[in-house]
Every structure is written in C-alpha cells, then in structure tokens.
C-alpha cells in the first residue's frame, strides 16, 4: 500500500487509518466531529499528498490543455488557478482538477489520487506540438492548512506571500527553493490554503504549523471531516456524485464550461444535451430530522400530475449529519421537475420515508464571501481525493 512522507506522523498522532484508492490515510486522529468542528472555528491541518501533481510545460502547454479541458484556459494568468474538467467525447467527467499557472509556459495540474494514471495517459494520448507532461508527484507533498485562523499562523511561519494572496491565487514560497508553492484553495468550504512542497520541508512545516497554532485549536484533520466538511459545502466528490457517464450539466458544473470555445474534447455531446434537454440534476437537500442520507438511497416525490402516492424520481449519491447545521444533509441526482429549490423529496430508509426539502447549494454558507469554487480568472474547490 502506497503511503506519504507524512505516515510516520500520522501513527505517532494516533490515528485511525484507513485504504484510500491504494494509500494508507488517516481517516481521523481523536474524532470526525472535533476535527470538523476545528476547521469551521479556528484552523486543520490535512495531509492530501495522495493526489497526483502534473508539470505540464512547453510552448504548446497552452492548446494542449484548452483541448481537453471545458474552461478556457487562456483565460488563466500567471499566479493564477481554476477549477475545471477532462471530458471523454460523449461529454462524460474523466477527472475534476485545478490548474495553476506557474509561468508563461508552465502549468501545475492536481488531480484525484484514483484518477492520476488515467489522467497522464490521456493528456499524452492528445498532446499538442511541443508539449511535456510530466508526473512529477514522488518526492513531493501537499498540506492543505483550512480554518478561518489559517492566514494568521502562516503568516507567522512562512516567508511568503500569504494574507494577501487572493482566492485563487499561487505564490513561491522563496526560502524553500523553486519547487515550493502556496495557493488560497482547498476542499472544505472555509478560507484556507495548499501548500505544494518537497516531501523534506513538508515534514518539517507539518509540525511547526501544529505547534504554533496549537494554542489556537489547530488540529490534525483526516479524510473523514475532510468528506463532512465538503458536503456540507455542496462539493462533489469524483467517483461518489460524478463520473465518466456524468456530465458536467447534469451535475451543476456548467459555469465550468466555456461553450464557446472552437473545440474541447465532449463539446459535440454538451451541445446536444443542451438542446435535448437534461434528464437528472444534481441537487442538495436537507432533512429536519431522521437518518443520514446515503449514497444509494431512493429519493421519492409525489406524481407531479397529482397522481397518488409517491414514486421514485431520483438517487441519494452523498449525505453527512452537519455538526455545525445540526441536521442530515444530502446530495443527489433527481429529475429535472423535482430539482427546484423547496421542492419536497422523500429519502427511503429500511421502508421508512423521511421527508426532505431541495435545497439551493452549498448547505454552509458561512464564508459564501469566499466561496470555494471558482472560475478562470475568477476568485470565487480543491478537488476532491
């Protein structure tokens, strides 16, 4: 089993480990609810090194990836990021990524740890000219440090550009060589950072960041908060709400998608479907009390007609109890009529229906100010695993 530079910390902190797509990970250190509860107060400390860090240069760099990726890339400056997608050509989401321009020719691409040889095949399958793909994710880290106190003890520990960097934004980190870098992104819905970094000094800022912000309630946070703390941010996860047979309208990413652009890999089927018209949506709903919705779940509504009785309209494919909502949140793909926000849904447990209500996403909007997705050139996710 693959494990990361930071393994050795994790057992010595206790944790509870657990496989994740072929890594030994931490699924949490004392519990999911405190460590949730650290990030949305003060500031957590993730170890997210398993997902796979692409160097992709050259004077071609820029086709190459406005080929295979919806957004317009050329829209992206230097220092700059974007979330966006990789499409096959029926329109189906091969990976959801973030792109960080480093240089006039020189791009950072991170995408999901499950996805990361996949993902190298097809960018070399449709390389563009003079284009070099290179994975360059061994020997390197990534620390994701989320909470509202993050700026505060980062700024404290890094001879870097940190409260004023943007959303979206990517600086060096001078003192520790050209590799080493820090953007304001992350996967939890709260203001936060990722820090890209040869595996030497991410040991080595691992523990100087849990020391200094200890006083402060900073925490190790393990996968587990890590999955509560996006849902009820309202963001996908790839594998679990999306995949290659999903596309990008139905899963409520199309502001992802620049249409306009000449050509992208799937662009012919999102035409289409754009004109034929979508048959499920990705929604967010909440439940005022019951179970925690899971992924296979049915979700039922009332016959829009008036008909009697209820029927299956849709499938749970994400849920989580929000410690901070304090209520059972869920995320899924129901038909279009039933997608509205206030629309009542019914999630079937052992039998039983509780009664929901659809819900516009995110769930959390503490920090909608700063949001976490955005678009190219646009501060507004870290994607997902």
């Not at 290659?244 to 306009?260: H, K, M, Q, S």
């Not at 494919?317 to 019914?346: D, H, Q």
């Amino acid at each position: 089993m693959n494990k990361t530079a930071l393994h050795d910390r994790h057992r010595a902190l206790g944790a509870k480990m657990t496989d994740f797509h072929g890594w030994e990970m931490p699924l949490y250190y004392t519990s999911i609810l405190e460590e949730h509860k650290a990030v949305r107060q003060a500031l957590g400390v993730f170890d997210i090194s398993h997902m796979g860090q692409l160097l992709v240069t050259g004077r071609d760099a820029l086709p190459t990836l406005n080929a295979v990726m919806v957004s317009d890339i050329s829209e992206v400056g230097e220092g700059r990021a974007c979330y966006t997608l990789m499409l096959n050509e029926r329109g189906g989401i091969i990976d959801d990524l973030i792109i960080y321009r480093l240089g006039t020719v020189e791009y950072l691409v991170i995408v999901n740890c499950g996805n990361r040889s996949t993902d190298v095949t097809w960018l070399q399958e449709h390389r563009v000219g003079h284009t070099t793909i290179t994975d360059i994710s061994q020997g390197r880290s990534i620390l994701a440090v989320q909470g509202p106190l993050a700026a505060r003890v980062l700024e404290q520990i890094l001879d870097a550009k940190v409260a004023g960097l943007g959303r979206f934004e990517i600086a060096p980190i001078r003192t520790m060589g050209p590799e080493a870098c820090i953007a304001r992104t992350g996967y939890t819905g709260s203001d936060g950072f990722e820090l890209f970094l040869p595996d030497h000094h991410a040991r080595r800022l691992w523990d100087v960041i849990l020391s200094v912000g200890r006083s402060l309630g900073a925490q190790p946070v393990g996968l587990g908060a890590r999955d509560t703390l996006r849902v009820e941010a309202g963001l996908r996860l790839y594998g679990t709400d999306m995949d290659d047979r999903t596309t990008p309208f139905e899963a409520g990413l199309d502001w992802t998608v620049a249409i306009n652009k000449p050509s992208f890999f799937g662009k012919d089927a999102l035409v289409r479907q754009r004109q034929e018209g979508l048959s499920r949506k990705f929604i967010g709903f909440e439940l005022s009390q019951g179970p925690v919705p899971r992924a296979g779940m049915e979700l039922m509504a009332d016959h829009a007609d008036g008909g009697a009785g209820a029927r299956r309209v849709g499938t749970v494919t994400s849920g989580t109890f929000s410690p901070i909502l304090n209520r059972p949140l869920g995320m899924g793909y129901v038909e279009p009529s039933f997608a509205k926000p206030g629309t009542e849904v019914m999630v079937t447990v052992r039998s039983r229906q509780y009664k929901g209500t659809v819900v516009r996403l995110p769930f959390w909007k503490g920090e909608a100010k700063q949001a976490t997705l955005a678009s190219p050139g646009i501060p507004s996710k870290q994607v997902g695993g």
